[in-house]
Structure formats: structure tokens, C-alpha cells
């Protein structure tokens, strides 16, 4: 594979997962480099995450999951990679389907991948009943508005080709990122595609959705994809 690429991890006082988060993705079956975004972690995260001698952004205090993603697609901008790869800090992330969700962006097929639980045949930990409610809804929702078919809009477990990499380095959602920034690859004209992956259950550490089961929460998430749909189609300069 002549690609670089780089696997963006975002973490907030995951100290009990990062280490083994590393690991796991060390084992991908390509070669990367990784990249860990403390987001103003109050525990030994960034010690630990440098002492598995990766690359360590650290961020002087919590900005948000949309705030520590983007500053990954700046370094990857930057640094001039070819595939940017999500994956979240905490563990849920199963990185035996990492070749299967950069498969459609190095066929280019599309320019981001999305990795759904919702998907056969992985039906593994898919959140709790309420939760589901919510992601469903914004599911049905972003669908409709976008045209593409989305099943696990909350996902963090995504890959990026260059295109993607360059329009997120310059704008990407800070409140609402995940079903927020589907909205912004239509708006851009890119393509968009879920592929089936499992997911586990998170062991320690906070969601970077907290609010998900909340009537406010939805609301603001509603207007917040609206708003971004009534935006002008942009394309990448």
C-alpha cells in the first residue's frame, strides 16, 4: 500500500483504555501512524499515550470530541496524508475492521466511510434501548435530508481520503460532530457510505454524546443539521 495514512485518536481521560487502544491498532494489517488528541485530559492519558511512543497533540483544555477531531485533520492536512482513520480513545472501536472500512475509500468509491453497528452481520453491543431511540431518529432524519443511507450517525469509527481531510481541517461541527459533519459531506459533494462493523462496549471513561437520551439534546442536534443543510453547497479549493 503506498498510502499514508494516519489513525486519529481523540481522548479524554481514557488512561484506563489508551494504552491498549495503541496496541490494537499497531496490529492493523497496514502500516500508519497514530495520533493521540488529549482533550484536556485531567488524568494520565497524554503520560501514557506518550510512553507508547506515539504522536501526542495537547490540547491546554477541553475543547469537545469536534474541537480534538479537527485539530487531527490539521495535522493531517498538514503533514500531507492521503487516508485519515477515527477511532475513538475508549476502546469500543474494534480494530479487526479497520480493513474493511478503509477498503471503499482506497477503492474510491467514496470519500468517507462510515462504521455502522447496526448492520448485518456484526450485530454486537449496539448502546442501550433509549440511546438507540435517539440514533435512530437522527438516522431517519439526516437520510432524508442528505440521501444517503445512514444507520449509526453517532459513530466515531470513520475513514477520510484527502478530499475529506482538507474540507474537515478547514470546518468541521464542534457542538454535534458526528451526525453534524454527514451533513457537511453532502454539502460539499462528496460520497458518503456505511459498512458493517462491531462494536464493544465501553469499559471506562465518559461518552463524547452524553446528552443523547435528552429532549434538549435532540433539539438542539434537529436545528443544528437544519441549519447546516440551509447552507450553501461548497466545493474543496
Same mark, same amino acid.
Given at each position: #500500500?503506498?498510502? $499514508? ?8 481521560? @481514557?488512561?484506563? *483504555? ?19 488528541? =488529549?482533550?484536556?485530559?485531567?488524568? =494520565? ?13 495537547? #490540547? ?9 477531531? $479537527? ?27 479497520? @480493513? ?15 462504521? *455502522? ?60 460532530? @458526528?451526525? @453534524?459533519?454527514?451533513?457537511? /459531506?453532502?454539502?460539499?459533494? #462528496?460520497?458518503?457510505?456505511? /459498512?458493517?462493523? $462491531? #462494536? ?38
Amino acid at each position: #500500500m503506498d498510502k $499514508q495514512i494516519l489513525i486519529i485518536i481523540p481522548a479524554y481521560n @481514557e488512561s484506563a *483504555s489508551i494504552t491498549k487502544t495503541i496496541q490494537e491498532v499497531r496490529s492493523a494489517p497496514f502500516p500508519t501512524d497514530i495520533l493521540v488528541i =488529549d482533550d484536556g485530559s485531567i488524568d =494520565d492519558t497524554e503520560k501514557k499515550a506518550r510512553a507508547a511512543s506515539v504522536a501526542v497533540i495537547r #490540547m491546554p483544555f477541553n475543547l469537545g470530541i469536534g474541537g480534538a477531531v $479537527q485539530t487531527g485533520f490539521k495535522y493531517a492536512f498538514q503533514k500531507g496524508y492521503d487516508i485519515a482513520i477515527q477511532v475513538d480513545g475508549d476502546g469500543q472501536h474494534d480494530i479487526r475492521f479497520l @480493513e474493511a472500512l478503509l477498503a471503499p475509500v482506497l477503492d474510491e468509491e467514496v470519500d468517507v466511510s462510515v462504521g *455502522s453497528r447496526f448492520i448485518e452481520p456484526f450485530l454486537g453491543y449496539q448502546s442501550s434501548v433509549v440511546r438507540r431511540i435517539g440514533i435512530q431518529f437522527f438516522a431517519h432524519l439526516i437520510s432524508f435530508l442528505t440521501g444517503f443511507n445512514i444507520t449509526d450517525p453517532t459513530s466515531g469509527f470513520r475513514a477520510y481520503n484527502k478530499k475529506a481531510i482538507a474540507v474537515f481541517s478547514k470546518y468541521y461541527p464542534v457542538d454535534f460532530p @458526528e451526525p @453534524e459533519s454527514i451533513v457537511v /459531506v453532502k454539502r460539499y459533494g #462528496m460520497k458518503l457510505k456505511e /459498512v458493517p462493523v $462491531q #462494536m464493544r462496549e465501553r469499559k471506562s471513561g465518559n461518552s463524547s454524546i452524553r446528552y443523547l437520551t435528552t429532549l434538549y439534546y435532540m433539539i438542539k442536534v434537529t436545528f443544528a443539521i437544519l441549519l447546516d443543510m440551509l447552507k450553501p453547497r461548497k466545493t474543496v479549493d
